[in-house]
């Protein structure tokens, strides 16, 4: 073969190369998946619901439609409290929800959201990545064919709505209250009825007198909940939910089938709504407080010492019951106790420390 014929078929076969490459992407691209995730939360609820979507869709465009990506808001596929099942069962790929919803499944989902007296978004965060709770999360995930994920954390919460103002343990006798997870079981303990209701039926059930207070997240939601129309007395601080850890929990034969990128982007897009979350609480609690305060007339309560010391008691009544529930629900308290301990101890030192004296020195007050 002449030199010339040898340049002219190589540049045939580089051009049909060259075709070949640059069409694979357009062929993989026609391959899509389905993922269709179900949620707890109403469509556009601010925080849990809208970051929800907002996570929803960051998997779709990272993956660069490779995921065809489906959300249902709650109501419009299954029910608030059905996501579990309908991601275990296979008839959906994914849930955004809290984990202590579950807890009838295992109370050991309780500690993958928030428990009382509980840990902070930053103790949280610390002991998910670095103090064995993200193992123990996954082999309870395990039981359920489930591979759960942090996707969101509600920030420090604030202790509820009452009708009426709560001065000791007795004034709390006989109320019934919307509260979930194990913060349920301690209130229970202290002669409340507690009702599970999902966010947006506790205001009609507090209009219509069939709950006598209702306990949601903090400022920013409850502001747009409207509870201020209907409970004039708001109270702090939250030690039956410090802050409510969210979840993404993906049906784990699904997302085993992923290719390595993709189940990395969806674990990748979680931990981005995860920071992404507290930050936007964080930065609103603060400004609907002063909404809440000075434009609805709330009156803003501190639990007396009595009432907090009391859920103290309650609280590790609750958890010596809890963990006779199964090892692994064992395992997960004792790992969540060392991990507050330890983490405790720095953050009084270094965060509650450093906050009280700026605070105190700049004149800052609630």
Same mark, same amino acid.
């Given at each position: 073969?002449?030199?010339?014929?040898?340049?002219?078929?190589?540049?045939?076969?580089?051009?049909?190369?060259?075709?070949?490459?640059?069409?694979?992407?357009?062929?993989?691209?026609?391959?899509?998946?389905?993922? $269709?995730?179900?949620?707890?939360?109403?469509?556009?609820?601010?925080?849990?619901?809208?970051?929800?979507?907002? @996570? /929803?869709?960051?998997?779709?465009?990272?993956?660069?439609?490779?995921?065809?990506?489906?959300? *249902?808001?709650?109501?419009?596929?299954?029910? /608030?409290?059905?996501? *579990?099942?309908?991601?275990? =069962?296979?008839?959906?790929?994914?849930?955004?929800?809290?984990?202590?919803? *579950?807890?009838?499944?295992?109370?050991?989902?309780?500690?993958? &959201?928030?428990?009382?007296?509980?840990?902070?978004?930053?103790?949280?965060?610390?002991?998910?990545?670095?103090?064995?709770?993200?193992?123990?999360?996954?082999?309870?995930?395990?039981?359920?064919?489930?591979?759960?994920? /942090?996707?969101?954390?509600?920030?420090?919460?604030?202790?509820?709505?009452?009708?009426?103002?709560?001065?000791?343990?007795?004034?709390?006798?006989?109320?019934?209250?919307?509260?979930?997870? +194990?913060?349920?079981?301690?209130?229970?303990?202290?002669?409340?009825?507690?009702? =599970?209701?999902?966010?947006?039926?506790?205001?009609?059930? @507090?209009?219509?007198?069939?709950?006598?207070?209702?306990?949601?997240?903090?400022?920013?939601?409850?502001?747009?909940?409207?509870?201020?129309?209907?409970?004039?007395?708001?109270?702090?601080?939250?030690?039956? !939910?410090? /802050?409510?850890?969210?979840?993404?929990?993906?049906?784990?034969?699904?997302?085993?089938?992923?290719?390595? $990128?993709?189940?990395?982007?969806?674990?990748?897009?979680?931990?981005?709504?995860?920071?992404?979350?507290?930050? !936007? *609480?964080?930065?609103?609690?603060?400004?609907?407080?002063?909404?809440?305060?000075?434009?609805?007339?709330?009156?803003?309560?501190?639990?007396?010492?009595? $009432?907090?010391?009391?859920?103290?008691?309650?609280?590790?009544?609750?958890?010596? &019951?809890?963990?006779?529930?199964?090892?692994?629900?064992?395992?997960?308290?004792?790992?969540?106790?060392?991990?507050?301990?330890?983490?405790?101890?720095?953050? +009084?030192?270094?965060?509650?420390?450093?906050? !009280?004296?700026?605070?105190?020195?700049?004149?800052?007050?609630?």
């Amino acid at each position: 073969m002449d030199r010339r014929s040898f340049l002219k078929n190589a540049g045939v076969g580089t051009a049909a190369t060259a075709t070949a490459v640059l069409a694979a992407p357009a062929v993989r691209a026609q391959t899509t998946t389905d993922m $269709v995730i179900v949620a707890t939360w109403p469509r556009d609820f601010p925080g849990p619901g809208t970051g929800s979507q907002r @996570l /929803a869709k960051r998997i779709s465009d990272l993956t660069e439609g490779r995921i065809n990506v489906q959300y *249902f808001a709650a109501g419009e596929r299954v029910g /608030a409290f059905d996501v *579990f099942d309908e991601v275990a =069962s296979g008839n959906a790929q994914a849930y955004c929800s809290a984990d202590y919803y *579950f807890k009838g499944k295992n109370p050991g989902f309780s500690y993958f &959201t928030s428990v009382p007296f509980g840990l902070t978004y930053a103790e949280m965060d610390a002991w998910m990545k670095f103090g064995g709770g993200q193992q123990l999360w996954d082999e309870l995930g395990d039981e359920y064919g489930l591979q759960p994920f /942090a996707a969101g954390n509600t920030a420090t919460q604030m202790a509820g709505w009452y009708n009426k103002e709560i001065n000791s343990v007795d004034d709390l006798r006989g109320l019934k209250m919307r509260i979930p997870g +194990l913060g349920g079981d301690i209130m229970s303990k202290l002669g409340v009825a507690p009702v =599970s209701l999902p966010a947006s039926q506790s205001y009609e059930a @507090l209009v219509a007198g069939t709950i006598d207070a209702a306990e949601w997240i903090g400022p920013w939601n409850d502001y747009f909940l409207k509870y201020y129309e209907v409970a004039k007395y708001y109270y702090y601080p939250g030690l039956h !939910e410090a /802050a409510s850890q969210l979840s993404m929990g993906v049906n784990k034969s699904w997302l085993t089938s992923l290719s390595k $990128v993709d189940q990395e982007i969806i674990q990748a897009s979680c931990m981005v709504e995860n920071a992404m979350m507290t930050a !936007e *609480f964080n930065h609103n609690s603060g400004i609907y407080l002063d909404k809440l305060v000075n434009e609805h007339g709330v009156k803003l309560r501190r639990f007396p010492d009595e $009432v907090l010391d009391e859920m103290g008691v309650a609280a590790e009544a609750v958890f010596q &019951t809890t963990v006779e529930h199964s090892d692994l629900t064992r395992r997960i308290h004792e790992s969540f106790v060392k991990a507050r301990a330890d983490l405790g101890r720095w953050m +009084l030192l270094a965060d509650t420390g450093y906050t !009280e004296q700026r605070n105190r020195v700049l004149g800052i007050t609630v």
